[in-house]
């Protein structure tokens, strides 16, 4: 027992710590612009931080996408199986649709992988991490705004450095290593900044309503980790790859679906319950999952 928990602590020490750091900052009123880091992860941070990993560890290119697309299985099945139960409850399907389908593994998802499994597991949870952040600005925007956006997939960069390291692995080609030097040093500010942001978000929601918050993050985190096991077990995964994909799946609802809600007039209250709730409710049970996937 003493061991598991000596193993766990490095793992999730300085995911709550850098959370902490924004909870608190924001908490004490200093500055803190959410938007420009937010934009800054978004299109500078993470597409580099995707290239520098996946080239620097030579990750195959039909691994890449065979993870993205196991990625986009589960999610969708989440997605299947949530939108029933929100139209069996009677709730609103297409808005609240993204919190209960659209894990958070970005700003989660990937520190957790990362220092659980290392570089390996950073590597693994990447392809994940870009097909949620293209299935956010698709499928969460439409939600959100009841209109289609897929044109956006076009303003995403993470998509484009996943099709360059592509191109790369798919050639035998090495990145060159002022490229990958460039990549890596601004690719290391995402997962300390992603943190921060998590926490600085969390400082400024409220639960309106514990039941309705509290029954959302249930379904998120339970539909998740079913559709991770569920798609392992499929297509009969090998370890770290499966730990990786159920991991990922298993997170809280992420934070875009409520910055999302309150751009386009959704139900705000509910979104925001749903992610601070599924977040803590996440953050106290992560210690048993990873004591099973790892």
């Not at 199986?81 to 709730?91: F, I, M, P, Q, S």
């Not at 790369?168 to 290391?188: K, S, Y």
């Not at 679906?257 to 705000?268: D, E, I, K, S, T």
Request: charged share 10%; net charge positive; aromatic share 8%.
């Amino acid at each position: 027992m003493m061991e598991l928990i000596a193993a766990l602590i490095p793992v999730l020490a300085p995911v709550i710590a850098s959370a902490a750091v924004g909870y608190v900052w924001a908490r004490s009123r200093h500055p803190f612009d959410l938007g420009f880091v937010t934009r800054l992860v978004t299109y500078v941070g993470s597409p580099c931080l995707v290239f520098s990993t996946l080239t620097k560890f030579h990750v195959p290119a039909g691994e890449i996408i065979g993870q993205a697309g196991l990625a986009m299985l589960s999610v969708f099945a989440c997605g299947l199986v949530g939108g029933l139960a929100l139209y069996l409850t009677g709730r609103a399907v297409r808005p609240l649709l993204p919190t209960v389908m659209l894990p958070n593994a970005g700003n989660l998802g990937l520190p957790i992988a990362y220092f659980a499994f290392g570089d390996e597991g950073l590597a693994l949870a990447l392809p994940f991490s870009a097909a949620m952040t293209l299935l956010q600005f698709t499928v969460g925007v439409s939600c959100a705004s009841g209109h289609s956006r897929w044109t956006e997939i076009l303003k995403t960069p993470t998509i484009y450095a996943i099709l360059l390291a592509i191109a790369f692995a798919a050639g035998g080609i090495d990145a060159p290593r002022w490229l990958g030097n460039a990549t890596e040093l601004l690719g290391g500010v995402t997962l300390p900044l992603m943190l921060i942001a998590l926490g600085v978000s969390l400082a400024s929601l409220r639960i309106a309503n514990l039941g309705r918050a509290l029954w959302l993050a249930a379904l998120r985190l339970g539909l998740g980790l079913a559709a991770g096991y569920g798609v392992v077990w499929l297509f009969a995964i090998p370890h770290p790859t499966a730990a990786i994909l159920i991991l990922q799946s298993a997170m809280p609802p992420a934070v875009f679906n409520y910055l999302f809600a309150a751009r386009y007039g959704g139900p705000v209250e509910e979104v925001a319950g749903a992610v601070v709730v599924g977040t803590i409710i996440s953050l106290l049970t992560l210690p048993v999952l990873l004591a099973v996937l790892m």
